[in-house]
């Protein structure tokens, strides 16, 4: 071998490979490289989960926004196609929706086909001498979303406002029309219009201002959901993005359960009520999925990440991921009806290594892990585990009795200067009276998924452990222990 090719060896060997670079996550999607940030019309069509998302071309920070596309047949093994909707004259292709024409009624799909139909806001950036102006726009894909054409009338939606955005469109059976909501950030109201064709709307009705009105309201997310798993009694879940505001501080996400009948939503609670769907610091502007087949439980995906320091996240070549997919449910509880997610099953399918539990604490050899235990409490005030530690350094996710609350605190998690606001503790409400406490763990490398209760307390972080920081003990004050404890490590999707 001469001395060329054993340097070009080493660096072979040095050089990344897509996909594996620190921190890389193993089975949340992550654009292979470039900024990311709201996933963007996510559709189920034809045997395929389209994912757009915001994204950057050109760099990894936020700029030229345009409409990234992922597709994959079981909402884990994902794979990058081309930028769907590019920003194009000045105009950026911010958040919104895609449906699936089923009947043309928009006139675009060639044949008798049903064709892909994507609803997005059209973003032109003030000038010296104009103001920014957000629209609403169109465009259509005959081809299974692999080609998009945008309407030659756009925009089908123009108020002449700087901030009116993120359109959330889906079918509604009840009026036979398509409804939108829209978010109008200042004034903290959803505005909803209904069409015939996509391309005619008419006003219907506002919800807002209510709950938290802090910040600007942004991505608004309309679903229909059984309650207690009873497809006769639904409700209507009405979840818009704050930012800032978000209850952690930052971007964070309130919901509204009430009645839509096709024209106006009715908020169930008071006003003044705020409900959180996520109680960590990371998972913003997620939407539903259009066209699951009626049998699927409604799944929702967001952006995990923080408008607080989303530009300053250690990673490289890409910034910015998705959190995990996750179905949504109705659950009374003794305060009320509330919204329970739980992570998608197949994920599941990913088990690599099973590793045994030790009271001790375990070396796992991956940081791409699931745990899943039930806790006994007992006397203890305070119990749970130390994950992803090594030398001082580790994440906390526990829950605190005194406090009635779920934890995750990432104070010493690995690298956290990066921002003063990232290190810290972030907790969920979640009354617990007696018996066993289940919980759910998913770790891929730069986050920490955390559900208990049934789903009712969910939160999302990032975390940028060192990369050797494998062991994971349970802590405890009292006599608190684990059982059931399963702990798996997952294959890579990649
Ligand atoms: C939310 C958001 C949306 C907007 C998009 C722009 O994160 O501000 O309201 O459409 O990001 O990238």
């Known amino acids: 071998m001469t001395a060329f ?10 050089a990344q490979i897509a996909y594996h670079e620190p921190y890389r996550p193993q089975f949340h999607f992550s654009p292979k490289q470039n900024w990311t940030n709201d996933p963007n019309g996510p559709v189920y069509f034809e045997g395929e989960y389209h994912l757009f998302f915001q994204y950057n071309p050109f760099g990894d920070q936020w700029g030229h926004m345009s409409w990234g596309h992922a597709v994959s047949p079981d909402l884990l093994h994902w794979k990058e196609l081309p930028v769907a909707l590019p920003e194009e004259n000045g105009v950026m292709i911010f958040t919104g929706s895609t449906v699936i024409d089923q009947s043309n009624s928009s006139g675009f799909c060639r044949g008798a086909k049903p064709c892909m139909v994507a609803i997005y806001t059209g973003h032109t950036p003030k000038t010296n001498t104009k103001p920014a102006l957000q629209t609403q726009n169109l465009a259509f894909s005959n081809d299974r979303g692999r080609t998009w054409t945008k ?12 901030d009116f955005r993120d359109p959330d469109v889906f079918w509604s059976e009840q009026g036979k029309r398509w409804i939108m909501a829209v978010s ?26 209510e ?9 608004p997310n309309l679903v ?38 096709g024209t106006r939503f009715v908020n169930d609670n008071a006003a003044a009520v705020s409900l959180w769907s996520d109680y ?10 259009n066209g699951l087949p009626a049998s699927r439980k409604p799944v929702v995906v967001g952006w995990m990440s923080n408008w ?47 590793i045994v539990w030790n009271a001790k604490g375990v070396e796992i050899p991956s940081q791409v892990f699931t745990l899943t235990a039930a806790v006994e409490l007992g006397q203890s005030k305070e119990a749970g585990w130390k994950l992803l530690e090594r030398d001082g350094s580790y994440t906390k996710v526990g829950y605190d009795a005194a406090r009635q609350e ?14 003063k606001d990232f290190p810290g503790r972030t907790a969920a409400p979640l009354p617990h009276a007696s018996g066993p406490l289940q919980i759910q763990i998913l770790v891929d490398r730069n986050s920490v998924e955390v559900f208990a209760g049934g789903g009712r307390a969910a939160l999302t972080n990032l975390v940028f452990p060192g990369p050797d920081a494998f062991h994971a003990e349970f802590y405890s004050d009292g006599t608190a222990k684990p059982s059931n404890v399963q702990i798996w490590t997952l294959r890579s999707v990649w």
């Open 5 to 14: 090719t054993l340097l070009l060896f080493a660096a072979l060997a040095q």
């Open 151 to 162: 309407y030659a009338k756009n925009p089908v939606l123009n108020l002449n406002m700087s």
């Open 184 to 209: 109008l950030p200042d004034e903290h109201q959803v505005r909803f219009y209904g069409s015939a064709d996509l391309k005619n709307w008419e006003r219907l009705s506002e919800f807002g201002p």
């Open 211 to 219: 709950g938290s009105t802090t910040g600007q309201w942004e991505c």
């Open 224 to 261: 229909q959901l059984p309650v207690d798993g009873n497809p006769r009694n639904t409700r209507w879940v009405l979840k818009v993005g704050l930012n800032p505001g978000g209850i952690q501080g930052g971007s964070g996400e309130q919901y509204f359960i009430g009645r839509f009948d």
């Open 280 to 289: 960590g610091k990371d998972c913003y502007c997620a939407l539903t999925f």
């Open 308 to 354: 607080q320091y989303a530009r300053n996240l250690p990673t490289h070549p890409w910034r910015g991921q998705m959190t995990a997919p996750r179905e949504l449910g109705l659950t009374t509880f003794p305060d009320g009806i509330r919204l329970v997610q739980s992570p998608i099953a197949s994920i599941n399918a990913l088990h690599d290594k099973r």
């Open 406 to 419: 779920l934890f995750v605190d990432r104070s010493h998690s690995g690298v956290v200067e990066f921002s």
